[in-house]
């Protein structure tokens, strides 16, 4: 690969929180950033080329993800994938606001949020295998505290989601492998975005760190597992937590 090859990023979930972080850290480094997401081009971020880049899918629909992959593969031009993040992520609610348990959630509620937290990783893989190789490139899949333990706000589908996509992580480490790419996952704690639930300060109170994680630092691990610093890391979860998990 020539060294002053544009390298190209694609991100899922890029509109807030650690996606916004992500775009940022990326495109400040000169990678091209082309997002996916169910919303239009987020106005509050912009970043160079980003709306050229931008492509509307609902990654919940499985017929639209797959379709959009000859969108991206125009995008690219015939050119190569040097990093995918799967990022995008849902964890819905009671009507209350509350945690939505295994004996509360209805089948049309864990079939939303596996598709988008599961299968979406996976379809978009698969489907741009050959857009990695030729860049020896990596995946990165955001994976979350809640997949190894009983989270108070983190419901139960967001939570196996979370656990199959750690588990998946592995799996496509081991068949990615000989094709020249990596796969890793991280896994976030309490992060300080606009989706904090009440009560997450008590949380906070029993980190090692005692502090919430500010998404550019989970940007930054991110970068970190997209770039030849890493170059011999695949197949692992990376706890981004403060400690949480000890």
Not at 54 to 63: M, N
Not at 205 to 233: H, K, M
Request: aromatic share 6%; charged share 20%; proline share 6%.
């Amino acid at each position: 690969m020539a060294d002053d090859e544009a390298k190209v990023m694609l991100l899922t979930g890029a509109s807030r929180g650690i996606g916004h972080a992500t775009v940022k850290r990326f495109a400040r480094e000169g990678w091209r950033v082309i997002t996916c997401s169910r919303q239009p081009f987020p106005e509050q971020c912009p970043w160079g080329g980003g709306r050229d880049d931008h492509i509307q899918i609902d990654l919940a629909d499985p017929a639209d993800t797959i379709n959009a992959i000859e969108l991206i593969r125009e995008r690219l031009d015939g050119g190569r994938l040097h990093a995918l993040v799967n990022n995008a992520g849902i964890s819905p609610k009671g009507p209350k606001g509350e945690r939505l348990s295994t004996l509360s959630t209805d089948l049309m509620t864990w079939g939303h949020v596996f598709h988008v937290n599961f299968f979406a990783p996976i379809v978009l893989a698969r489907g741009l295998i050959e857009e990695l190789s030729a860049a020896q490139g990596a995946v990165v899949n955001v994976t979350s505290i809640a997949g190894s333990r009983v989270h108070p706000f983190a419901g139960a589908a967001y939570a196996t989601s979370k656990a199959a996509l750690a588990a998946l992580t592995r799996e496509m480490a081991h068949d990615f492998g000989p094709l020249g790419v990596r796969v890793n996952a991280i896994a976030p704690g309490e992060i300080e975005t606009s989706i904090l639930s009440p009560g997450t300060e008590k949380i906070v109170e029993t980190l090692p760190l005692r502090r919430l994680g500010q998404p550019r630092e989970v940007a930054d691990v991110i970068w970190f597992l997209c770039n030849p610093a890493s170059s011999y890391v695949t197949g692992t979860e990376v706890q981004v937590n403060a400690g949480q998990h000890v």
